[in-house]
């Protein structure tokens, strides 16, 4: 019997339009009626992650930042799991001397040195998740979308780390040209140690203390909730669903996801722009009832 579902958003429960179908969004009341707990688990922000549930209507817990931060359904933050402030200068100082465009991330806050770079990125990503989708209408939804609106830029990232406030969560680094472009930014990042390098396209690596991945994240929500791993499923896409999609009872890969989380996942649902999260939450519905 599933008890508790975990969620990526991204190329899982968002269509190509970075948003929550109707039927998606059903599917998951239903499950939570059912006495199913569903909970995202995301890469993104708690504000930017927030904005669009709440449009969709869905009230539920939160994995943020890749399981740099958890929080219940009510809101109470039960876990957080920073970058030292020193190790964060140490990526900055890399990321700017590789060239790279990127973002810091707080519990409260992504800041940008340069709005228009993170539009086009974000475009390049939304068009890696989904082939479909053309460069410029993509660049459209992006520069509309709520999380360009909530972001702040800031002059200097050097600057912006001598306020002794801020708490680096995740640094997020973009480049069109794909992974292998990350290569020798990644090996010189783990050599820092005390790190996880993942990413959640073809098109950025995100990196997180190394405390802070969404299995880590998972398995310590199901532990407070009193919940049995073999009661637990995942849904995810891409490389940053690997550790929760590994720790679960269930893993479950989108019809759209890499096929190195196909491989890893026990079950492969639907595309995200088929309703795939909904598909398999009336799976889950329909077994427990038979149980």
């Known amino acids: 019997m599933i008890k508790l579902v975990a969620c990526d958003l991204d190329g899982t429960l968002f269509n190509s339009e970075m948003t929550v179908s109707k039927v998606n969004a059903q599917a998951v009341k239903n499950a939570q009626e059912n006495g199913i707990e569903f909970l995202i688990a995301t890469g993104r922000a708690p504000r930017e992650s927030r904005s669009i549930l709440k449009d969709a209507d869905l009230h539920t817990g939160f994995i943020n930042l890749n399981g740099a931060l958890v929080f219940n359904k009510r ?24 060239g790279f465009y ?9 800041y940008s040195e340069n709005l228009n770079n993170r539009i086009s990125n974000v475009a390049h990503l939304m068009v890696d998740l989904n082939p ?12 509309g979308n709520k999380s360009i609106m909530n972001m702040q830029q800031v002059r200097s990232f050097k600057e912006l780390l001598q306020d002794p406030n801020i708490e680096v969560m995740k640094i997020l680094a973009f480049d069109s040209r794909g992974h292998e472009a990350f290569d020798d930014v990644k090996k010189d990042i783990n050599a820092m140690g005390n790190l996880v390098v993942t990413s959640s396209s073809s098109s950025n690596i995100e990196i997180n203390t190394a405390k802070a991945t969404k299995g880590n994240a998972l398995l310590d929500y199901a532990k407070l ?16 669903d690997e550790s929760m999609i590994k720790e679960a009872g269930v893993g479950v890969a989108m019809g759209n996801a ?3 989380i196909k491989k890893l996942a026990q079950i492969v649902t639907k ?17 427990n009832k038979q149980n």
Request: charged share 20%; aromatic share 4%; proline share 4%.
């Open 75 to 98: 809101g109470t933050l039960l876990v957080k799991h920073s970058i030292p402030t020193p190790i964060a200068r140490k990526i900055v100082d890399l990321l700017h001397q590789e």
């Open 258 to 260: 890499i096929p190195a």
């Open 132 to 143: 479909l989708l053309e460069f410029k209408q993509a660049v459209a939804i992006s520069a």
């Open 225 to 240: 909730k009193g919940i049995k791993q073999s009661e637990i499923a995942a849904i995810g896409d891409n490389l940053n």
């Open 271 to 287: 595309k995200n722009n088929d309703d795939g999260v909904a598909h398999i939450l009336n799976q889950f519905i329909k077994e």
């Open 102 to 110: 990127f973002e810091i991330v707080t519990a409260s806050q992504v």
